[in-house]
C-alpha cells in the first residue's frame, strides 16, 4: 500500500482575521491622518470663502471618519485582550 504525501500550502500561514481587521483598520488611520494634514494645508492655502468652507467640511468629515475608525480599532484591540 502506497502512502499519500500530505501537501501543506507553502508560504504564510492564514492569519487571524481579526489582525487582518486590525491591521486594515491601522492602514485607514494613517490614509485617513495624510488626509487631514493635506485637508489643513489647502485651508491654509485659500482665501476664498466657498474654499474654506468647503475645507472646513472636509476636515470635519475626515476627523469623524478618524475617530469612527479610533474607535472600531479599540473595540477590536480590547475584544482582543479578553480573549
Not at 500530505?6 to 492564514?14: C, E, I, K, N, Q
Not at 495624510?34 to 470663502?49: C, K, L, M, T
Not at 471618519?65 to 484591540?77: D, F, G, P, S
Amino acid at each position: 500500500m502506497t502512502e499519500t504525501a500530505r501537501s501543506f500550502p507553502l508560504g504564510r500561514r492564514r492569519e487571524d482575521p481579526r489582525e487582518e481587521d486590525r491591521r486594515t483598520l491601522a492602514q485607514c488611520l494613517t490614509q485617513t491622518n495624510r488626509q487631514i494634514a493635506q485637508a489643513y494645508q489647502g485651508f491654509n492655502a485659500v482665501r476664498d470663502p466657498d474654499l474654506i468652507e468647503s475645507y472646513v467640511y472636509e476636515i470635519n468629515a475626515l476627523q469623524s471618519r478618524y475617530a469612527y475608525l479610533l474607535r472600531r480599532l479599540k473595540e477590536l484591540e480590547r475584544a482582543a485582550e479578553q480573549r
